[in-house]
């Protein structure tokens, strides 16, 4: 026997359902883009904090390099010469950092770094302006 197919006892979605939940999800996407935008400014400021940090540690490990050296501490000068100040392939340098400073960016965000000089008692820093 071959039943015969009904077809106003079909099931489906009217059109204004289908626009609604799109409109539903429009919105929801929209929120979700703002979030996501939100989210990876945050990243990218922690990255330079990070980066700040990473500076500090690498000043230290120079300075503390020199002071137990045969040498000792001579000058700032030579503690600026031996710092390695690539940080990897996102962070950048906006002009080659000086002595006294420059500004580092990760991404889309920047950040003014001043740097003070190492002396014989302790080990010079750097942190944002």
Do not use: C
């Not at 609604?20 to 945050?42: D, E, P, Q, R, W």
């Not at 001579?74 to 950048?92: F, H, P, R, S």
């Amino acid at each position: 026997m071959v039943s015969k197919l009904n077809i106003s006892s079909s099931k489906g979605f009217t059109l204004i359902e289908l626009i609604a939940v799109m409109a539903i999800l429009s919105i929801l996407a929209a929120f979700t883009v703002k979030k996501v935008n939100a989210i990876y400014s945050t990243a990218e400021e922690n990255a330079l904090i990070q980066g700040m940090a990473e500076l500090n540690a690498r000043e230290k490990m120079t300075w503390t390099n020199m002071i137990l050296s045969d040498h000792g501490y001579q000058n700032d000068e030579l503690v600026w010469n031996e710092i390695d100040l690539n940080l990897g392939e996102q962070y950048t340098w906006n002009n080659p950092p000086e002595k006294n400073g420059g500004t580092l960016s990760f991404g889309s965000q920047s950040i003014a770094l001043k740097r003070s000089a190492s002396e014989k008692g302790n080990a010079g820093s750097w942190s944002s302006l």
